[in-house]
Structure formats: C-alpha cells, structure tokens
C-alpha cells in the first residue's frame, strides 16, 4: 500500500467547523459514523486498512507560552527568509500541516518516532526538489516541541506515590495490543497483524454495537455453520482429554464443618490480609453453599476453600492439628495437578490465578516443597500477564469495577510473590517497573465492591485502614525492592557501594514511613493484626539486609564498610524480634502467636529471612568477641567471680524459662562484649524455634544441629574450652534429639511408630534430593537400616578442625572466617 498523502484543509469534508468543543474522534471514523475509541491510530481504522487514520486538532487557548513563543519565533523566522517554504503555503497552512502531520498515524498501530509520521517516506503536497530544506526544518520543529512537551510532562510520574514509573505516552496511544476473550494479546501477536473478516464481503460481516469490534453476521448462514464447526471442535478435544477425579479425593479429606470454620478465620485473620487473593464476600457465600449442598460446586470452588484450610492450618490450635499436616500435603497436590492438568486455557481466568496464588502460599506455608516456588512464581507471572493483568483496567473501559478493583489486587499480590521468590532463590524477577502500568488497588473494603454492584467506587483517605492498605503499602516501595532485585541477582552487574546506600536509604525512609502509618492505624477502631504488621515489616527489610550483606564481611578488614555492619546487625535483630511480647501459660508453656506459628512451620522465604538475622547475629557476635580477645582485656575486677556450681548459661539464659538452654560451660575468661547476652539470647531462640520446626513436622535436622552448634561454639570460645570438642558433643546431641521429634511427630499425625525397615526410597526418586533426612540417603538403597547405623562421630573430625558443614572449622581466626560462611549451601 503505497504512503498517503498529506492534505492541508479547514474543514474534515463534513463542512465548515462550527463546534463550540473539539472533534476528540479520527476524521475517518466521523466521516463513517462509527464509533471512535480514540485510539491513535483507533481501532475501527485499523481493523478496515484505513489508509490514514486523522486526528484535526485545533488551536488551544491553554497552549503553554513556551510553546506559542517558540511558533511564533518559527513563524516569523520563515516569514523573513521566505525562499525556505514554498510560496504557496502561507502561516495558516503550515499550521494545518503541522497539525495534520503530528496526528496522523500508520493503520500498523506503530507511531513514528516521537508520535508522528513525519519522514521520508511522507511526500509533502507541496514538496518539489528545492523545497526538501524546507520540510526537514518543519520536522526539526516538530521534534523540538515534543520534546519541550516531554520535558514539561516529566518522565515519569507518580499520583501520591502510588503510581511507578510511568512512560510520557498517553494510555490511549501506548497499548500495543488487544484485549480479546478475556485474554491480552501483545503488538506482535499475529492477531494484530490481519483482518480475518476482510475477505468475506460486507454480507456476512457487521460490527458490534458495544465493542465496536467486526464479527461474522449472528443472521447469515456462514454464522450457523461456523457456529457448528466449534461445538464439534470442542467435542473432539473433550474426547481426547481424561476426565479428572480431584473433586471427589479431595471431598474426602475436608475435615468437620467446625474445624474448617475455624481455620477459615485464622486465614482472613493472618494471610488474606496481607496477599489480598479472594474477595471476602464471595468466597464467603462459595462456603456457604457448599456446606448447604445446594448444588454441585465447581472443582476451582473446592479447590479454593481447601487451599484455605491449608495456609490456616498452622495457625489452627486444635487437637486436630497433627492430622490436617497429611492432609494439606494432599489438598497441594491436588491442587498442582488440577493447574497442571489438560485444557490448560479453562484454568486460564481469575479463579484459575488465586488458585495458583494460594497453591505457592500453601507450599511454602505447609513445608511442602516451598523451596521451589520461584519456578512456578514464573509460570504465575506469565499467566498474569497473558490475562492482561499487567495493563490497568482503565485502558479496558468495559471491564466492570469490581473486575477491575480484582485484576488489581491480583496483579500486585502476583507481584509481592515473583520479587520475594526472586530475592529468596537468588535470580532475576523477569519483569521491572517499566513492564506494567496497573495501578495499586484502591483504599476500599470488600463490602464496597462486588458483582452486580454499579455503584461508583469511593476510595477512603490513606489515613482510613481499610483491608487493601497493606497490600497498598507493598505496592509503594516495589520498585525500589525490583531494583534492588535486579542488582543483587544480575551476574553482569557491579553494585557499587553508593548505589547500595542509596537504595538502602530510599527503602528504609519508606520503612520508617510506614512504621508511622501502622502505629496511627493501630490507635484507631479498625487496624492490622501484629501479624499483618509484622510480615509487612519484615518482608520488606529483608531487602536491605539482602543489599547491605555483601559488604558486611567486608567490614571487619575495612572500616569503610562499617555502616553495612551496623545496618545488618540493627535489621537482624528487628526482623528476630517476636510480633507482640511473648506470653507464658499457667503451666509455664509459651503461648505462641500468629507469628509464632509462621516462623515454626514455613519455608521458602518465610525461612529465608528468619536464617538470614540469625546468621547475621552469629558472625556479628563472633566478630564481638574476636575484637574483644585482640583488645587483651583481661577480667575487670570488679566483676563478681563466678561460683563453681555457676556456669555461663546463667548469666546469659533468656528470662523465658520454657525456652531451652544448652549444656553447662564454664566462666568466662575476659570481659563480654556489651551486647553479649542480647545476641546470644536471639540464638538461644533460635534453636528453640528449630526444636518446635521439627515438633510441628518438618523433616530436617539441620537447623536445629546449627542453631545448637553455634551456641557451643559462642560458649567454648568465651570460656576458653575446646571449640571443636564442644561442637561435636551439641552436634550429637542434637541429631539424637531430633530423631526423637520426629518420631514424635509422626505417630501424632499416623498414630502408628515410623517403620525404618520399610522406609525405604521410593524407586525413581532421585537420589541426594531433600527427603527429610539429616546424613544423606546413599546408604538407604543399598539396604542398611537406620536403626543399627553406628554413628562413627570421630570420623567426622579432620586434622585441622571439624567441620559438619556448617564453618565452624576453627582454621581461619576465631570465627572460621566469615567469608567461607557464604558458601554454607543448602543449611535448613
């Protein structure tokens, strides 16, 4: 199709313009009478080839002065060197061209540089040989006010903080793409790339009303028989597609109404508050009819209540508790191999994503395979994207609001899980701030939105707590937390240590920020839960401890890198510290909150952070007493000298009697470091939460061999005793003890003792991977049992210092060195 030509004119051929308001639709779709959606170039245009698609604009008395002072410098510039602009065009044409040449667009849907077509493949109606110069100006102009326009415009944008970066391009003119069955399809999309209804003739096409969109005509007879075509298509895929049976095994295993009541509070109470996934309302009418039997409820219904019941049960207090572990493992697996079945694009909606959401939530939740969410947090991003849940609803006008207010808070809970799981697994998060442009969900209640409901949305004052104002506060600082993403996981990248500062402030001002926020909601009627305040809180400073990390074992041999230290430290002992004080039974049992209960079940990056601060804690302490050896400060005097029957673990015990202490040790040799006992008091919690992990069924001894192995380490070098011998003997005795959990723990969710003959690894099961042992699993498939292994623990000893895996080989310092910490691999 050969370029067309530009024309200069008053009118658009409809007669003299005598509006008292200004055309907004295209010249062609005016001229046609269809309805124009604005769109540069619009969609009618596009979808029938228009050869141009024109907007006419017309003066405005609004134009800014910077632009009217530098029309009329070009203006009289050219007035007095006329030889550059043809005779025939006087100012009143060149401003049409203008106009006509900075509206008119491709039918393609792609601009030329700067929004106008403007180019050599445009010819000019006035362009001959000696007057090129002429038009090459003309375009320099052009590209001279657009970018005044830009300038004026600012790059990027932000509508009270809320809004990320943001291109100048209007909505209108940047969707590169289109909406289609509920499904987004991208600017290289062959779909946009052809008009199947061309070649069928004006017969058999009309337009819908509403969407403006071409269609087979509903009365022709080619309607009919296509009609037919896809019902025996979808026969034909139905016939070769297994059936699946997940509604009736998992009906099976849903526990008594009374129970589910309970753990679907203790989820609104805790999660839902924080990754906003279901809309309270409906979820809770879905719930209700399925406990009634009224009718037959969908699989993606079932699936939804019993991934509920499974994020709720570790907060769920009840004797049942032991037995629903079983059973969540079976709801996730139920639940993967529903997303995973055939007919992938009927799981390819809403209800498909918050199944999808919920599944990675349980996973990690449940201590079921939740180390490997940042795989599947790829295939949810994708899915997300395809559904268009990247794009703002606005660029959508015939979504409904409740829809829309949905794929917002999807999209931004999508988000929190692809930049933790990122973070968490250290890899990129595949997406930054210039890949979306959804808005954050409005600062409104559940009970403000719902189907049906066309009231017009009425967001509260960000002052007001409303149940999107956690998710609201996420969404404020994800573009930090995306780049910071970026730099820390990007192998081509060298962050510098003024980036890392300056991120890290940026983040910890809108931390300190948002600590404000949340103590002004927590003074009023209606406010978050010390679990939504606290996940929230952590979840996000976990990010500037993952920054300043790197240069926290630099701090030692380099001052420079002292603030690293210190910001490390201060966030580690944040993130420790419990939700709300610890409370303590009449029959002297710890009373464990939400929080609590998170920190002993979860994995994935519920543990991620937890290991991180402890870590943390653990090189700083050792760090402490390494400086206090090189100072040589012997015992001051006036210390009271310990008793022979007085140990160390007095003096530093927590004073939570119910949280375990370590074996006995002797005094110390030389004064302790000021912040000795509250660092060490955070480890002696630390193998407390292990020892509860293990209670609660997880499968791994290795947290808590560490967290008991540093706390003999910490003691032995204080009290100058054998660093190596004294790790050995906690690292014994913690195996032994764990090994006792867990068969605790399964005859409490069995009621039968574990049989270690027949616990053998299943065939094909890859071998090294994490079965829940502590040793290794090689000799398993050569046929030994566990039970007469002889643990040969002198055999772990090396010439130079032991080492189990964990850097406590005393051969670089004190400490082991910190920097072969970082290579400590898979630890719990």
């Known amino acids: 199709m050969s370029a067309p030509a530009l024309h200069v004119t008053d009118t658009d051929g409809t007669g003299p313009v005598k509006r008292r308001r200004p055309a907004l639709s295209c010249v062609e779709c005016r001229r046609r009478k269809v309805k124009c959606d604005r769109n540069k170039p619009c969609t009618p245009c596009t979808r029938i080839k228009s050869p141009t698609c ?125 909406f289609i069955k509920s499904k987004f399809y991208g600017g290289s999309h062959w779909y946009n790339a052809i008009e199947p209804y061309e070649t069928l003739g004006p017969q058999y096409v009309d337009v819908h009303p509403e969407t403006n969109r071409t269609q087979v005509n509903r009365s022709s007879e080619l309607y009919k028989l296509v009609l037919d075509c896809k019902r025996m298509a979808r026969i034909v895929k139905s016939s070769r597609m297994s059936c699946p049976t997940t509604s009736l095994e998992v009906q099976a295993l849903i526990p008594e109404k009374y129970v589910c009541d309970q753990l679907v509070e203790c989820y609104f109470r805790t999660f839902e508050g924080v990754f906003r996934v279901l809309h309270i309302p409906t979820f809770r009418r879905e719930y209700q009819r399925y406990w009634e039997a009224t009718a037959a409820m969908p699989p993606s219904v079932l699936l939804k209540i019993v991934l509920v019941c499974a994020l ?86 015939k979504i409904s609001s409740f829809t829309a207010e949905m794929r917002r808070r999807l999209w931004a809970t999508t988000l929190e899980i692809t930049v933790q799981t990122s973070l968490d697994m250290g890899m990129p998060s595949m997406i930054s701030a210039r890949d979306f442009d959804t808005e954050p969900p409005s600062n409104i209640n559940d009970d403000d939105i719902g189907e049906g409901v066309s009231a017009q949305l009425d967001p509260k004052p960000i002052s007001d707590f409303t149940q999107t104002s956690v998710q609201r506060a996420f969404f404020k600082t994800l573009h930090v937390r995306l780049e910071i993403t970026r730099l820390i996981n ?20 809108a931390c300190r920020e948002h600590v404000h926020m949340f103590h002004a909601w927590a003074a009023s009627s209606n406010s978050p839960t010390p679990f939504q305040t606290k996940l929230f809180d952590v ?67 519920f543990k991620s952070f937890w290991l991180y601060s402890i870590t943390t804690v653990y090189l700083e302490l050792l760090a402490q007493i390494e400086e206090q050896v090189d100072c040589s400060i012997p015992p001051s005097s006036s210390r009271v000298p310990l008793e022979p029957s007085q140990t160390l673990e007095t003096l530093t015990a927590p004073s939570d009697t119910t949280v375990p202490t370590t074996s006995a040790a002797p005094p110390p040799l030389f004064d302790l470091p000021p912040d000795f006992t509250r660092l060490r008091n955070f480890l002696v919690q630390a193998q407390h939460t292990t020892i509860r992990r293990i209670e609660n069924g997880e499968a791994n001894a290795k947290g808590c061999t560490f967290a008991r192995c540093v706390i003999a380490k910490i003691d032995a070098l204080v009290s100058g005793t054998n660093a190596d011998a004294a790790v050995l003997a906690a690292a014994k005795l913690s195996v032994e003890e764990s090994a006792q959990l867990m068969r605790k723990a399964y005859w409490e969710e069995h009621g039968v003792d574990i049989d270690l003959e027949s616990g053998i690894v299943a065939e094909g099961e890859h071998r090294g991977a994490d ?19 002889d643990w040969d623990w002198e055999a772990l000893m090396q010439e130079d210092g032991m080492d189990l895996g964990f850097g406590f080989g005393s051969g670089v310092g004190i400490g082991g060195g910190m920097e072969g910490w970082f290579g400590m691999g898979n630890l719990l």
Request: charged share 20%.
């Open 54 to 178: 024109t907007f006419r604009t017309t003066p405005s008395r609004r134009s800014s002065p910077q632009l009217v002072r530098a029309w009329d410098s070009f203006t009289s510039h050219h007035d007095e060197a006329g030889s550059d602009i043809p005779p025939s065009s006087s100012t009143s044409s060149q401003h049409g061209e203008l106009d006509s040449m900075g509206n008119r667009y491709t039918v393609s849907g792609i601009p030329e540089p700067r929004g106008s077509l403007v180019g050599d493949h445009l010819p000019s109606p006035h362009s001959t040989a000696g007057s090129e110069p002429g038009l090459a100006k003309v375009k320099d102009f052009i590209d001279q006010i657009q970018e005044l326009e830009q300038r004026m415009a600012g790059i990027s944008t932000h509508k009270n903080g809320d809004q990320l970066l943001q291109d100048t391009t209007s909505p209108s003119t940047s969707a590169a793409g289109q």
């Open 312 to 397: 709720a049960t570790p907060f769920y207090s009840g004797p049942e508790k032991p037995q629903l572990r079983p059973s969540c493992a079976k709801w996730i697996q139920a639940a993967d191999s529903w997303l995973g079945g055939s007919h992938e694009k009927s799981r390819l909606n809403l209800p498909g994503l918050q199944i999808h959401i919920l599944m990675l939530l349980a996973k990690q939740t449940c201590n079921i395979d939740g180390d490997l969410t940042w795989i599947s947090a790829g295939a949810l991003l994708r899915k997300a994207m395809h559904l268009g849940l990247h794009r703002d609803p606005s660029n959508f006008p």
């Open 490 to 509: 990007n192998f081509r990248s060298d962050l510098s240590y003024d980036s890392t500062l300056r991120l890290g402030k940026e983040l910890s001002i």
């Open 539 to 605: 979840l996000v400073r976990r990010f500037i401890l993952s920054l300043h990390r790197p240069f926290f074992a630099q701090a030692r041999d380099n001052p420079k890198y002292y603030y690293s230290r210190k910001i490390c430290l201060d966030t580690s002992v944040s993130i420790l510290t419990p939700a709300s004080p610890q409370q303590v039974s009449e029959s002297k049992v710890l009373v464990e909150d939400d929080w609590a209960h998170l920190t002993t079940h979860s994995v994935g990056w």
């Open 771 to 789: 079965t829940g042992t502590y040793m290794g699993e090689e000799w398993m498939n050569e046929g030994h049992n566990r039970a007469d292994m």
